[in-house]
């Protein structure tokens, strides 16, 4: 009996498929911690004061919770922590006057006026103009720093010849497994388009930027129609090329709160809308399409490999077709495991096999959100409701 040409080829070009595939994917084009890795002078380099912006809405639990462990920071220059509330928040001005003797915590009010804006972009715009310092580094109550060392090595990063500095908030080990999956892997991109020269956005909560700059920017000035995505629009809007610094190493990590499912879903609903007003989406939208678009190509045609190969059995060609799809499906998903253990090792994310189950699903969970945007009523994205 002989193999025939065609079943050849075919298994050919699954072998190709099965060890090329895996390449396609964030975990594979990692990114690099040279940039965060400091040698003793740079260590000993004085470090700019910071302001610290942090805005609430009726999130008084959280504020009691963050506000102590960013005023506990152990900081080698000058900083303050400036937090805006909503004036008719009386649990959370209580948790800032417990806090009042301290010097370094300064507090305002958002006015009852202020309808039809953004009250979260409103709340960062009060905190800059009421920030001392021009190193401002701007985040919400659902982040808490790691460590009292945790501004110390995000400011490490400040520098002449930078604008920025994109930090890191990972949702803690209570939150669901697909959550910090998700976040990991999408925040691959971010950074990986960061190191390559020119910031596009960010799902996090933690940036540093220049005060001066966003009032010379006009501030939120050209997105104030967005309800929220303020970080992301913060970036896309003042990044600058290669004058952004990533702080990724585990001291200037920051630990995200548990969401609740309503909170997160409504956050990548927000993040979806926000693609309409960014810029250089392009790349991002290209390289995270593709990366799933290859992973699925190879598994509908290992699926199509198996079905013709029950179809051919017991023919010889069955036989060969069956085995070698199986074969090379497995060696695929193993090199995908030795691709994505480092990387979710080093951010302690998931188990990889986890995470390869989750690839599998991407697609599927993102039409669905994709779905819910579409169904939903759009005026809940806007601050104009005309």
Known sequence: ?????QIL???????????ATPLFSPFFRRVSVDDTRRDDDEKEKTLPPVSIVLTDHDSSY??????????EQKYSADFQVVVVID????????????????KRLYYTMLPDTSRYLSRKKLGITLGMRAAKHDWVLVTDVHSVPSSDQWLENMARHCSEDRN????????????????????????????????RGMAFSTNQTVIMLRKSEFFEGNGFRGNLEFTR?????????????????????????MTAIKPSVKRWRMKKLYAIDAFRGMRRSFKFRMAYHLDLAA???????????????????????????????????????????????????????????????????????????RLRYIFSDKNDFITHKL
């Open 9 to 19: 080829i075919f298994t050919a070009v699954l072998l190709v498929l099965a060890l």
């Open 87 to 102: 004036r008719s928040d009386s649990d959370s001005e209580d948790v800032l006057k417990r806090h009042s003797a301290d």
């Open 164 to 195: 920025m500095v994109l930090g890191m908030s990972l949702y803690d080990e209570e939150s669901p497994a697909y959550f910090r999956y998700e976040q990991l892997r999408t925040m691959l991109y971010y950074l990986r388009m960061a190191q």
């Open 295 to 369: 992973m699925h190509l190879y598994n509908l045609l290992t699926l199509a490999a198996v079905i013709m190969a029950v179809i051919m059995l017991p023919a010889l060609d069955g036989i060969v077709l069956g085995v070698a799809a199986a074969l090379f499906w497995i060696v695929s998903n193993v090199e995908r495991y030795f691709i994505y253990r480092p990387v979710l090792r080093s951010f302690s994310c998931v188990n990889p096999v986890i995470a390869i189950l989750m690839d599998w699903t991407l697609t599927f969970r993102n039409i669905i959100l």
């Open 1 to 5: 009996m002989i193999i025939s040409l």
């Open 229 to 253: 995505a303020e970080f992301e629009f913060l970036v896309n809007k003042f990044a600058k090329e290669d004058a952004s610094a990533l702080a990724i190493e585990p001291e200037a990590w």
């Open 62 to 71: 959280h504020l009691a919770k963050v506000l102590p462990k960013l005023l």
